[in-house]
């Protein structure tokens, strides 16, 4: 039995490499921009910043990257991070490789109580009024997902997938008919279900950062039991896991995250579906490894979208369209390129 | 705790209107190999799931030794009985001793790692169901009987004094049915564990286990030896089929053999 501890070792080294190639990714891409910065120069901001020494740095660099670049990048990183954590859980609990953070209609909830805000142009909190009314949707859209499916006392995967299907359906009505109404703010509500960094502030950095890091770590303390019950509830009853509490328990922890990534960046797919997958062929379907390599493959597909829109690209493009066009082929070359030979791993 | 009973008392279940289990007292003691055969939708998969706790019957009780099944913890609970379905669900790629190591999960703290024990309880219980060669293989890409094989080798590997096995044979080929029954019985007679096995093969139970229970819509119908229990007349009254019990020429056991022509 030394095959297995061989093998985390590896794993333990692709999340490290992971890890590192995202902090690299995060130091140049806070470089690039309108102002073009030197890696070398963001470090030293960073630096001076964190011992907050006074400064030899550039003054205009120092504001540009502390307080523009750094709060949208930390906050795409947040957020690709949570969603593909969420995906991961998802996929195991609903016991689907198909599911996803949406599946249970979180994210039409959010869009629904976000295109509500856009219509009425409700403004009672200020600015983040449109947040929280998309948090309010999806919150209220995920109990009503499990009240519906809970019935039985089991909250079962089928009932749960089913429930989430019939009331993202009525949602997704209900915004198709906002949209008819909304003449011309149709394009406000169109642009926010595409998701976008833009303006991102430290406060929607450290909500997200704040939220996946914890959501994080309670689906981590339960990832052996996620592994178990992914292989289904009644095998995992009889290895002594507490399916119903478990279940509940990550159902809501993997729903609040995307729920509140949804909530600051729009409607970003792909993410949460795709980046489980690919992480699976990498390390594996063991829950305690792939949770992390997910978040951090995770973190890194949307700091790339986000930067190649914000300054690659002329124009700002929705982040969700660049999200699957940056993944969807590296997917489908990791596919087909694992088919073909060593398979899932 | 080494010896397990199980107690059924006054045990019912249904859906609605419709009865699955209607009052049934049965016991099982340790030491022995039990067998529950029965038609279809007799209720022995119920009987099994509420003796695993994974349902909760309409009305009475079962118990392990002195206490109710449902007064355990879920963790108490996997240390003295392994499950083995009828069905289970391969959707992700874990491999086959990923999922056998699983096994252990109900020993394992968390967070923590495997021991040396973990492993050669893994390793042995691999080696009984043949499955050594399938380690890296991911379950996905196995057979029916192989899926079985490596199911049963996780239960056993759980070392649990009470095994419930539901039709643990049924896509396995021959050979792999005999070295599971045979098993079995060597951990029942050798370690005085307590396993109760639902097989739709009547001679396979014959051949094997020390005690039969046959179920009839939800009630017992006979109970004892396989001597004592599979007549002609109980076959034809439980099955609706025409069969011969011979003894074997050695007189080791009984055959069956049915009468294709006919039935009731």
């Known amino acids: 039995m030394t095959a297995p501890s061989r093998t985390n070792a590896r794993t333990g080294l692709m999340i490290a490499l992971l890890a590192l190639g995202l902090g690299i990714l995060a130091v140049i891409t806070t470089g690039m921009g309108f102002i073009s910065i030197a890696p070398g120069d963001v470090l030293a901001v960073l630096w001076e910043s964190v011992c907050g020494v006074a400064g030899s740095v550039d003054a205009l660099h120092q504001s540009v990257i502390l307080e523009v670049r750094l709060p949208r990048i930390l906050t795409s990183v947040s957020v690709g991070f949570g969603l593909a954590v969420a995906g991961t859980v998802f996929q195991g609990l609903l016991l689907n490789p198909l599911a996803d953070p949406f599946t249970l209609g979180v994210s039409s909830g959010a869009a629904f109580g976000a295109a509500l805000a856009l219509l009425l142009g409700l403004t009672f909190f200020g600015p983040t009024t449109l947040c929280l009314m998309a948090f309010l949707g999806a919150v209220i859209t995920l109990f009503a997902v499990i009240a519906m499916s809970g019935r039985d006392g089991e909250l079962s995967p089928t009932n749960l997938i089913l429930s989430g299907v019939i009331v993202s359906a009525i949602l997704s009505a209900g915004i198709s008919f906002i949209k008819y109404m909304a003449d011309e703010r149709v394009a406000a509500i169109v642009f926010w279900l595409m998701g976008s960094f833009v303006s991102r502030t430290w406060t929607d950095a450290l909500l997200t950062a704040g939220t996946s890091l914890a959501g994080f770590a309670i689906c981590l303390y339960y990832a052996r039991d996620l592994n178990i019950m992914s292989l289904g509830a009644r095998s995992a009853k009889s290895l002594g896991v507490d399916t119903g509490r478990v279940r509940l328990i990550l159902l809501l922890t993997a729903s609040l995250i995307s729920a509140v990534c949804v909530s600051v960046s729009g409607i970003i797919g792909f993410v949460g579906l795709i980046i489980p997958h690919l992480m699976r062929f990498v390390v594996g379907p063991d829950n305690r490894w792939l949770l992390p390599a997910s978040g951090l493959g995770g973190a890194m597909l949307l700091l790339c979208a986000d930067t190649t829109s914000r300054a690659i690209l002329p124009n700002e493009v929705p982040i969700g369209v660049l999200t699957a066009l940056i993944g969807g082929p590296i997917f489908c070359w990791i596919f087909t390129r694992t088919r073909s030979g060593r398979r899932y791993e | ?264």
Do not use: W
């Open chain 2, 1 to 264: 705790m080494n010896n397990l009973t199980y107690t059924v008392r006054e045990l019912s279940f249904g859906y609605g209107q419709s009865d699955i289990l209607n009052g049934l007292n049965l016991t099982f003691e340790p030491g022995k190999l039990h067998a529950i055969v029965g038609p279809n939708g007799s209720g022995k998969s119920t009987l099994l799931d509420i003796m695993a706790g994974h349902r909760t019957p309409t009305s009475g009780t079962v118990l392990i030794n002195e206490t109710a099944v449902e007064d355990h913890t879920p963790s108490q609970l996997a240390q003295l009985t392994a499950m083995v379905p009828q069905e289970f669900n391969f959707n992700f790629p874990f491999t086959v001793v990923d999922a056998v190591l699983m096994g252990r999960h109900p020993h394992i703290p968390r967070f923590s790692r495997p021991s040396n024990d973990d492993a050669t309880i893994v390793k042995s219980a691999m080696k009984t169901m043949d499955i050594i060669n399938l380690a890296d293989r991911p379950l996905s890409e196995l057979s029916g009987g192989e899926k079985q094989r490596t199911v049963v080798a996780r239960a056993l590997a759980q070392t649990t004094p009470g095994l419930l096995l539901d039709e643990p044979t049924s896509s396995m080929d021959i050979r792999h049915a005999l070295a599971a029954m045979t098993e079995l019985r060597r951990l029942a007679h050798a370690a005085n564990h307590t396993i109760i096995v639902v097989l739709h093969d009547l001679n396979l139970a014959a051949a094997f286990c020390d005690t039969m229970v046959i179920l009839k819509n939800g009630r017992l119908h006979t109970q004892g030896t396989a001597a004592e229990t599979l007549t002609t007349e109980t076959l034809e009254d439980v099955f609706g089929v025409h069969a011969q019990i011979t003894e074997k020429t050695d007189s080791s056991g009984l055959v069956i053999t049915y009468d294709s022509k006919e039935t009731t």
